[in-house]
């Protein structure tokens, strides 16, 4: 190996390092793909076998509460899901082709995914540091926040975001979230009705897993709730946490 190319294996290895708070923009040389996305795959196959349930079509599955619609509501009033939401729109905007992110609920999926689904926290993080980056990008080219722009302006700017390495990973990852919600059974949060199913003319397996039985609450992945025994002759209470508060209370354990 030449001179060269140790200098430059070494500025990869350093780059690849660098902790994302450090991280100034999409467009900073010190990123580097975070081992969570690379891993990605085997938790979105979970996923994907999770959508070959059947789908009844006659049959209502609505698994959002109306307390879980209400903070999700609050939410969207400011950053970073007021503009998380304007991202995913403009990413799979209306069409007369086929559902919409709007119409498969895809914030409301990536909400549960925030929320309720054993997300990791770095990855989080990362979805929430991108919004920062591109509403500073935003301004340095527009002097608008991403909302505020035209819908030729919106695609302007992620086409820019998308040539470099950080924002790649994190518009795709996004993209990736769109078609979760497309194709996951309706009590991961998207796909209301199964309209993705129904717009692929799939036809899901059954039965459709319901509350308590995901695949993050299967036997052996990390639960998302937390169950107090009243007492030996009563039922116990489920609380439902937040993956914030979840992971205060879990500190130190590796969620799946």
């Known amino acids: 190996m030449s001179q060269i190319q140790k200098a430059s294996a070494k500025r990869t290895k350093k780059r690849l390092d660098k902790p994302l708070s450090q991280v100034l923009s999409f467009f900073d040389k010190s990123y580097g793909t975070p081992k969570w996305l690379q891993q990605k795959v085997s938790r979105r196959s979970v996923l994907k076998s999770a959508a070959g349930a059947t789908m009844v079509a006659a ?3 609505r698994s959002w509460s109306a307390n879980m619609q209400s903070k999700l ?10 503009t998380l939401d304007a991202v995913l729109v403009h990413l799979l905007p209306e069409s007369p082709t ?3 992110a709007k119409e498969l609920q895809a914030t409301q999926y990536l909400y549960n995914v925030v929320f309720q689904q054993p ?3 770095a990855e989080i993080d990362f979805i929430y540091k991108g919004v920062g980056w591109l509403n500073g990008f935003s301004h340095s080219q527009l002097q608008k926040d991403f909302i505020a722009l035209t819908f030729d302006e919106k695609e302007n700017i992620l086409s820019a975001i998308s040539k470099s390495t950080a924002g790649e990973n994190w518009l795709s990852n996004l993209v990736g979230y769109l078609f979760e919600a497309m194709l996951s059974p309706p009590i991961y949060g998207g796909n209301p009705n199964g309209i993705g199913w129904q717009w692929l003319e799939h ?3 059954f039965p459709l897993p319901q509350a308590g039985y995901r695949y993050y609450e299967l036997p052996g992945q990390q639960p998302i709730t937390l169950s107090q025994k009243v007492s030996s002759n ?14 205060r209370k879990q500190s130190g354990t590796r969620k799946a």
């Open 119 to 121: 997300t990791e926290q």
């Open 98 to 100: 086929g559902p919409s």
């Open 59 to 61: 049959m209502p599955m």
């Open 203 to 205: 036809q899901a397996g």
């Open 234 to 247: 009563q039922q116990s209470t489920t609380q439902v946490v937040s993956h914030q508060q979840y992971v």
């Open 73 to 82: 509501e609050g939410a969207l009033k400011t950053d970073p899901w007021k």
